[in-house]
């Protein structure tokens, strides 16, 4: 009889703690010239005292981190990353069809977790994982880490909208709420065809705080760039930073090449990080509300016009999860529909990720599917069920 987690089974029974990971990829460090490239963001940025300050600590840190990734990268088993192809896609109306295979974002077929008997039982009292389309997702009890299910977890894929959890961590992190923003022309010129959009327009005035709500609920690209360049100065050094709290975070599989989660060459993550980062961000009281939202009005002022944004998550509104309170949303050509999803029952709260989804319908039935069985999970503490990176179910 074959162990649990041994060579070809698809399920790792373990204790719920929480894995540690170690970043073994050069090129999300960029060796000196990272530290270097931070150093400049710092001299061109208007920052606040208290985030120039953070910058400097997190630049002593990441120049540390670089050394870390140089001598894990002499592990054979590693594969180095491969750039993604630069597409542009458009949100379909109603039906998907899924992007061509990249290398390093294999079309994997739907999941259905069905373990061998031989090397998984049931969990007592609500039986198997149960079956989702996402060939890379993950659950967990945030509250203690534990992760209860995990799927390609560590894949390095495109994460499209869900980019934008970052976007506002690094806004929350180096601004300040009330900073006024005016919107520039680089943020008001994307092609609606090809972008989620806010609706912002060229010389208006917000502050960062109303930004948040345009960046999280309609996901805004437009505010996206607004923010990247109201804290930073420019889409550029904004990207810097995102990379920089990715290494400080322990973000080992995760790399920002923009603020909004269109597809670009070398822009990706993990499952894992993407939840891992989530958790941070969820700390955030500003973050949290926001997330939470549903809808948001902003009446007009003579700074700038009146908006009504909704979420796109529809989990809090068209299609009402009970208990659920996040988190966003994501779709790219490359990346397929994405979803990052919070909810809590009691004193139980789980966070979900589910990336490369076939349809809009799939992401959010799999989630409220996701939620059911791990709240029935949390209740009875049972063991944790990881399916292994890239194996196949019986």
Not at 345 to 359: C, I, K, W, Y
Request: hydrophobic share 45%.
């Amino acid at each position: 009889m074959r162990q649990a987690g041994a060579a070809g089974s698809p399920y790792v029974v373990g204790t719920g703690a929480p894995r540690a990971r170690l970043g073994t990829r050069t090129s999300l460090f960029q060796g000196d010239g990272f530290v270097a490239q931070g150093r400049d963001v710092a001299r061109a940025a208007a920052f606040p005292v208290h985030a120039r300050l953070r910058l400097l600590s997190l630049l002593a840190l990441a120049g540390l981190a670089t050394l870390l990734p140089l001598l894990a990268a002499c592990s054979p088993s590693d594969p180095p990353p491969v750039a993604r192809a630069t597409t542009t896609a458009t949100r379909p109306a109603a039906t998907h069809t899924p992007a061509p295979a990249s290398p390093t974002a294999t079309s994997v077929p739907t999941v259905s977790p069905t373990p061998d008997p031989e090397t998984e039982t049931d969990v007592p009292g609500i039986g198997l994982p149960p079956a989702i389309s996402a060939p890379y997702a993950l659950l967990m009890n945030s509250d203690s880490g534990a992760v209860y299910l995990a799927a390609g977890a560590d894949t390095p894929v495109p994460m499209a909208s869900t980019t934008k959890i970052m976007t506002a961590y690094v806004a929350l992190t180096f601004s300040q709420l009330d900073q006024p923003i005016t919107v520039g022309p680089d943020a008001a010129s994307f092609d609606p065809t090809f972008a989620s959009l806010a609706g912002l327009r060229d010389g208006e005035t917000l502050t960062l705080r109303e930004l948040l709500y345009a960046l999280l609920l309609p996901s805004g690209d437009d505010a996206a760039v607004a923010i990247a360049d109201g804290v930073a100065g420019s889409q550029q050094h904004f990207v810097a930073l995102m990379n920089v709290e990715a290494v400080v975070l322990g973000l080992s599989d995760t790399h920002y090449a923009d603020v909004h989660g269109l597809d670009t060459a070398d822009h990706f993550t993990t499952a894992r990080d993407l939840a891992r980062l989530t958790r941070f961000a969820l700390r955030l009281p500003t973050f949290a509300r926001i997330v939470a939202t549903n809808t948001y009005t902003l009446a007009p002022t003579t700074r700038h016009h009146g908006y009504f944004w909704s979420s796109t998550n529809e989990l809090l509104g068209a299609r009402p999860y009970a208990g659920a309170t996040g988190v966003k949303t994501g779709f790219t050509g490359n990346a397929g529909e994405c979803l990052v999803f919070t909810a809590q029952r009691a004193n139980t709260h789980l966070l979900g990720v589910l990336l490369d989804e076939p349809s809009d319908d799939a992401r959010f039935s799999d989630a409220a599917t996701l939620l059911d069985w791990g709240f029935a999970r949390a209740r009875l503490s049972a063991p944790t069920i990881h399916r292994q990176p890239g194996a196949a179910h019986p």
